[in-house]
């Protein structure tokens, strides 16, 4: 179980937090001052650590440096206030992994404790690797240096796996700007973590962004972060993307969805490697890796308009093609397998197999949400699966129906019969009473069935659902669809 330390002088905030913290699956302790923090990892080993900025006997800072030189291996989240956040950034180019801001939101607290503890799992790898012993000239031998991929990454079987694991080995110690091409929910953001955790910069912050989730009006901001005043709603200073990843790596996502004069502003800080945050006239140097990742074709793009092509050439230093799941053979059960390890750990259950029937399924279905679609079908199965292995009557009702309708093709043309085969039709469920949660079923489906058309598009899917994206944002939310 993975431990975590919160430290924080407001008790009833560090109570609230532990609970929630455990109810997830963590071993938690808590301290309430910053020596009271130090004397517990004295006394104890823990893989992280939960620290308020303000502390009543030190701060932040103090607590980072000290962690760091007797610590190295515990990463560092800084908990802190929006006067702040300014802070909170130099801390994290000291060594913490991110912060997050009070009030604390859920969701938000555990996102960021999950990949804090990912990059952790892979520096530590890092560092536990034996180091080479320095050979006279005549006796060197030659080495392979072993790459590193990010906690989520799975190293299929494949060919297609085995060169995609080649291109990040071979571009991962350049300074390249990176394209990773591929359907949604291939795993795009896992290869450029890989990237990141592999290069000379696999110690700096590695940070991600959603561009398809940005309004036209909220775009800078985020991009450039803001002075506290600078126009209506600046109640704070806020750091931007760009500065916050200054010597790491900024990942940015669905970068096709950015408007055409965003992307301008985009071209003049990437060509002058500068930034200045809107109402300020200060200009801060950048040293920052960028990778990018679409699920479009941004060669479309241009011909049609909405793709400044100069900045597609800035990005297309290197471009990485991620294979769709249905090309990747029996690295489907491989990360099936691996899929259901992290269910039994979320859920303290103990489920070993698949059926045959599943593993046909799997290998005959067509994917189209690949690796993320994958992932969502096993922590369903594994929560419905009756006794120690998964069964076809725990995998959704398309993916059942699919592989009946599959089998009933293929048996048509293996035996090309003149008369249609009849597949046994699934057993019907019993009429449901609840109306609310029959709505929520309807809704379930209908946003599947769109995203699914769209290949996974959330600005298309919301046009067509009639919504904003913010609420179709929301909504997928709700049902866990992520």
């Known amino acids: 179980m993975k431990r975590i330390l919160i430290i924080d002088d407001e008790v009833n905030v560090a109570l609230l937090l532990s609970k929630f913290l455990t109810r997830n ?24 650590v939960l620290c308020d900025f303000r502390l009543e006997d030190t701060d932040g800072r103090e607590m980072l440096r000290n962690i760091k030189i007797q610590y190295p291996k515990t990463g560092v989240i800084i908990i802190t206030g929006y006067s702040d ?23 938000e607290i555990l996102n960021t404790i999950n990949k804090a503890l990912e990059t ?37 079987t494949s060919r297609a796996s085995k060169e995609l694991a080649r291109q990040i080995e071979l571009v991962a110690p350049t300074n390249y700007s990176v394209i990773i091409l591929g359907e949604s929910g291939t795993g795009k953001e896992s290869v450029a973590k890989s990237i990141h955790l592999n290069s ?50 900024l990942f940015l996502d669905e970068v096709g969805n950015l408007s055409y004069e965003i992307q301008a502003a985009l ?24 990778i990018i990742a679409t699920n479009e074709n941004l060669q479309e793009g241009i011909q049609k308009g909405r793709f400044r092509e100069d900045l597609y050439h800035r990005f297309n230093e290197f471009s990485i093609y991620m294979p769709p799941l249905r090309e990747r053979g029996h690295d489907i059960i491989l990360l099936a397998e691996h899929f259901l390890k992290i269910a ?52 959704p009702l398309e993916m059942s129906t699919y592989k009946l309708s599959y089998e009933t093709a293929n048996h048509y043309t293996q035996h090309h019969h003149a008369t249609a085969h009849v597949a046994e039709a699934p057993e019907a469920k019993e009429p449901r009473h609840d109306l609310k949660n029959a709505a929520l079923e309807a809704e379930y489906e209908t946003i599947i069935r769109v995203l699914r058309e769209v290949n996974f598009n959330k600005t298309k899917a919301a046009e067509i659902l009639n919504i904003d994206r913010k609420t179709l944002y929301n909504k997928m939310k709700a049902i866990n669809l992520k």
């Open 25 to 48: 699956g963590f071993d938690v302790s808590t301290a309430s001052s910053g020596t009271g923090g130090m004397e517990a990892l004295k006394n104890g080993e823990y893989q992280l």
């Open 85 to 107: 956040i300014k802070m909170a950034v130099e801390l994290i180019k000291m060594g913490a992994y991110d912060y997050i801001t009070k009030p604390l939101y859920p969701d």
């Open 120 to 156: 952790h799992h892979a520096l530590v790898e890092i560092d536990e690797e034996p180091q080479a012993t320095i050979l006279p000239e005549k006796t060197k031998v030659n080495t392979v240096k072993k790459t590193v991929f990010a906690a989520e990454f799975v190293t299929g």
């Open 200 to 249: 000379p910069r696999h110690n700096q912050p590695f940070i991600a962004m959603d561009c398809g989730s940005l309004t036209k009006e909220l775009a800078a901001s985020e991009f450039f972060g803001h002075e506290k005043g600078s126009f209506t709603g600046a109640l704070y200073t806020k750091i931007g993307h760009f500065e916050m990843a200054n010597g790491g790596t």
């Open 267 to 290: 071209l003049r800080t990437v060509q002058e490697r500068k930034v200045k945050r809107i109402g300020s006239t200060k200009e801060i140097d950048l040293d920052v890796r960028i």
């Open 344 to 395: 039994n750990q979320e859920l303290g259950r103990n489920v070993e197999s698949f059926s045959q029937e599943v593993v046909d399924c799997f290998m005959n279905y067509r994917w189209p949400g690949n690796i993320r679609e994958l992932k969502n079908v096993i922590r369903r199965a594994a929560l419905l699966a009756e006794g120690n292995e998964i069964t076809l009557k725990a995998l």
